[in-house]
């Protein structure tokens, strides 16, 4: 669990039965990605250091979660997200998969959104926004689309401030009276 502000561990969710793959061809980065999530209670972490292992990887433990870098020669971990929501062999095409990466120019946001990535996290990372981003991944799952060649999350969030924020439509402004005076 993450550390809060006054230093002691988060209570939160039981992630002892979850089973996470890390995909990155940086061996250093997958032990500190391994670290948190064991950190946080995941008992089972597959590590992979390319797509093709990793999909492999996928198809002998079915992970919960997927955790890939983009840049991972041969193939880029854009491509294993496009297998995993697309094969006709992969075991689910349903897990969640976070992109973490350090190229998080808004072209490659898109890019990853428009091919089925969950969620989009940039290196470096800290424990805390990992976290986050497992945790917004359960409490707001979002419906599977099919449209076209796309196969994933539905893609379209609000963009504005959260029903109830502060950018709320006023109703009362809305009524006649204050129509009125406004014209």
């Given at each position: 669990m993450p550390i809060v502000g006054n230093g002691r561990m988060k209570q939160g969710y039981n992630f002892e039965k979850v089973c996470v793959l890390v995909c990155d061809d940086s061996r250093h980065i997958r032990s500190l990605v391994k670290n948190c999530l064991l950190s946080f209670g995941v008992k089972t972490v597959v590590e992979a250091s390319d797509a093709n292992e990793a999909f492999a990887r996928i198809k002998e433990t079915t992970p919960d979660l997927i955790i890939t870098d983009w840049n991972m020669p041969p193939t880029c971990g854009l491509e294993l997200v496009r297998r995993i929501r697309l094969d006709e062999n992969s075991p689910d095409p349903y897990v969640p998969v976070i992109m973490l990466t350090g190229h998080t120019e808004l072209e490659r946001v898109r890019r990853a959104r428009d091919n089925g990535v969950s969620s989009f996290l940039a290196k470096p990372m800290s424990a805390e926004a990992l976290y986050k981003r497992i945790v917004n991944l359960i409490e707001d799952q979002r419906?599977?689309?099919?449209?076209?060649?796309?196969?994933?999350?539905?893609?379209?969030?609000?963009?504005?401030a959260p029903f109830g924020g502060t950018e709320r439509r006023n109703v009362a402004a809305a009524t006649p009276a204050a129509t009125a005076t406004a014209a």
């Open positions: 419906p599977f689309v099919r449209a076209g060649n796309f196969f994933g999350p539905d893609r379209r969030f609000n963009e504005g």
